[in-house]
Nanobody, 126 residues
């Protein structure tokens, strides 16, 4: 059982940066992929990025590749999403999620994620 809590959202101007954090608690060791998803009003939820349990394998959606960086700190049970060069279309509620797995590879963002945070709002606007 895992609990996830996101933080770090806010209002930022186009071209700006934000770093989202995801605090993980519970008892699964480090055997889970962490992923970030986002959902804008009236749109379907989309996968943004995922990272393997050891942090060595990462996936990014084409729309954020080169601008966003996912990372994790297993010692402190945290995951992060560094977002640079933000665009208005990056606005939405961002969720972190965990998929239990012993695979050294990051689960795909289309996989079933077992645990979800409550979300943090990101608004990119001038």
């Amino acid at each position: 059982q895992l609990q996830l809590v996101e933080s770090g959202g806010g209002l930022v101007q186009p071209g700006g940066s934000l770093t989202l954090s995801c605090a993980v608690s519970g008892s699964a060791g480090d055997y889970y992929t962490i992923a970030w998803f986002r959902q804008a009003p009236g749109k379907e939820r989309e996968g943004v990025s995922s990272i393997s349990n050891n942090g060595n394998d990462k996936n990014y959606a084409a729309s954020v590749k080169g601008r966003f960086t996912i990372s994790r700190d297993n010692g402190n049970k945290m995951a992060f999403l560094q977002m640079n060069s933000l665009k208005p279309e990056d606005s939405g509620t961002y969720y972190c999620a965990a998929a239990l797995t012993r695979s050294p590879y990051a689960a795909a963002m289309t996989s079933k994620y077992d645990y979800w945070g409550q979300g943090t709002q990101v608004t990119v606007s001038s």
